[in-house]
């Protein structure tokens, strides 16, 4: 009963460095999405995607690349990390339609 | 362009007061969804209730109950004698409806922290 699974939970990298945020569902959702999350400013939305190999930008994707690599998986890179990336993100997926969002547990990102 | 306004950003109440926490949205679209997560202090984020454009009927769970009108943009959210274990911060979202082949695209508010004291 998995759920959403991200790896890794915590990282902190120097600027300039580059990782990638695993993300896989085994739910069987079409609908994957990447979030950040900042002190008082919510969730926004970094990517999202529909099914395997197609991708949307969302409300933030600047320094961001996404790659939905099957239907079960959505990862997130940073190719040069800044410390504005510093922060708290949340992988989600959803079925069809108006299905609600489930969340992974986040991975919290410290870029020094 | 799609946007969810939380203008409350702290609420502190005493146990077994009400509480209403705000939720304006715009949106061009006219079918789309309005969500509301909870996320206590352990971090994850929990689904608490979905509601359609088409449906403004109001809905109660519990002590929690929800009030969405169109006229003015809102979909807000209730919580009746509320108890410590409430603490937590609460997310607007909205979504719109793309078609069932296509993904939504969903915005969050930027959430209203809720402490019930004790």
């Not at chain 1, 460095?17 to 959702?29: G, I, P, R």
């Not at chain 1, 900042?38 to 409300?59: C, F, V």
């Not at chain 1, 992974?104 to 020094?112: A, S």
Request: glycine share 6%; net charge neutral; hydrophobic share 30%.
């Amino acid at each position: 009963n998995a759920g959403v699974t991200q790896t890794p939970k915590f990282q902190v990298l120097k600027t300039g460095q580059s990782m990638t945020l695993q993300c896989a569902q085994d739910m069987n959702h079409n609908s994957m999405y990447w979030y950040r999350q900042d002190p008082g400013m919510g969730l926004r939305l970094i990517y999202y995607s529909a099914s395997e190999g197609t991708t949307d930008k969302g409300e933030v994707p600047n320094g961001y690349n996404v790659s939905r690599l099957n239907k079960r998986e959505f990862s997130l890179r940073l190719e040069s990390a800044a410390p504005s990336q510093t922060s708290v993100y949340f992988c989600a997926s959803s079925g069809q339609g108006d299905s609600p969002l489930h969340f992974g547990n986040g991975t919290r990102l410290t870029v020094t | 362009a799609q946007k969810v306004t939380q203008a409350q950003t702290e609420i502190s109440v005493v146990e077994k007061e009400d509480v209403t926490l705000d939720c304006v949205y715009e949106t061009r679209d006219t079918t789309y969804y309005l969500f509301w997560y909870k996320q206590p202090p352990s971090g994850e984020l929990v689904f608490l209730i979905r509601r359609n454009s088409f449906d403004e009927q109001n809905e109660i769970s519990g002590r929690y109950s929800w009030n969405f009108q169109k006229s003015t943009s809102s979909f807000n959210f209730t919580i009746t004698a509320s108890q410590v274990v409430d603490s937590a911060v609460y997310f607007c979202a909205l979504s719109t409806f793309p078609g069932y082949s296509s993904a939504s695209k969903i915005i969050f508010g930027s959430g209203t922290r809720l402490s019930i004291r004790p």
